[in-house]
């Protein structure tokens, strides 16, 4: 398989720096072909602007538009075109880092603002009030996996159905629904590794284990049963839950088969 690692943490030496190593070892040690996206590393740029279109339109800068003429043209800036190569190479794409205020590093936020295109990431399908685009598990990214490898200080009762921080599906589904399964990715559960500020020897060697187990089951793992926006379980274009289907779920969870 061809697997990419999209790895956001500013420090090499750092518990997250050491497993991704681990993980890229692991990965070619068992025959796959592995790139990594080091947004630290790599100095990327996070903010969204202009210079996204080596070509810009005259007037007002518009983030969708701009981004749509230059992606159908060919003239966004060469970084953002590398990793949209690196998406379409990739058959898994596993978002690797440290929660921070409750979701990903602002580089990683700021990487799929610029690399997620207008024409490529969404605005993709025929958008009419029958169809409403290809997205929400269609899209350019169908048939290809993703999985969120996460590190939190916090503990994992604080992320329990009813702890403090509130569950972790729950913070997890604006990434894992709407930036992996929008775009059309097969979405698998997440590997979250709770209350690593303090991790010793043992622990790591606990961690690398279960680590390795979900690397080596990446195209087996059952994914996580988001619904298709286009499946027949919404209607459209109101793009709600049809009355009949589980009434009595709302919120994130409703949109779990
Ligand atoms: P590190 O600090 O590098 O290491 C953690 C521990 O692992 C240390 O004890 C280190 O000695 C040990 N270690 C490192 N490498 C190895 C190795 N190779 N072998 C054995 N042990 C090793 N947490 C939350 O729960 N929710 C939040 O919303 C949240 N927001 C945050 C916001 C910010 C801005 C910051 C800075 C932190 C936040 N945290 C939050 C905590 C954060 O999630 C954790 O600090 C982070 O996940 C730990 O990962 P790390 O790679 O930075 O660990």
Known sequence: ?????????????????????FAVSHLQA??????????YAMQWKAALDAGDNTAPAPGPFKP????????????????IAAEQEKLQWADTVIFQFPLWWFSMPAIMKGWVERVYAYGFAYGVGEHSDKHWGDRYGEGNMAGKRAMLMVTTGGWEPHYSARGINGPIDDLLFPINHGILHYPGFTVLPPLV????????????????HELAERLN???STSPVPFRQQNGGDYDIPALTLKADITPERKGFAAHLK
């Open 217 to 219: 089951t990446l195209d």
């Open 64 to 79: 969708s538009q701009d981004s749509q003429r230059a992606y159908k043209n060919g003239t966004q800036s060469p970084d």
């Open 30 to 39: 068992a025959g796959h072909n592995v790139q990594v996206s080091d947004l």
């Open 1 to 21: 398989m061809n697997i990419l690692i999209v790895y956001a943490h500013p420090e090499s030496q750092s518990l997250n720096g050491s497993l991704k190593d």
């Open 193 to 208: 590794f709770y209350r690593t500020d303090r991790t010793d020897e043992t622990r790591y060697a606990h961690m690398r």
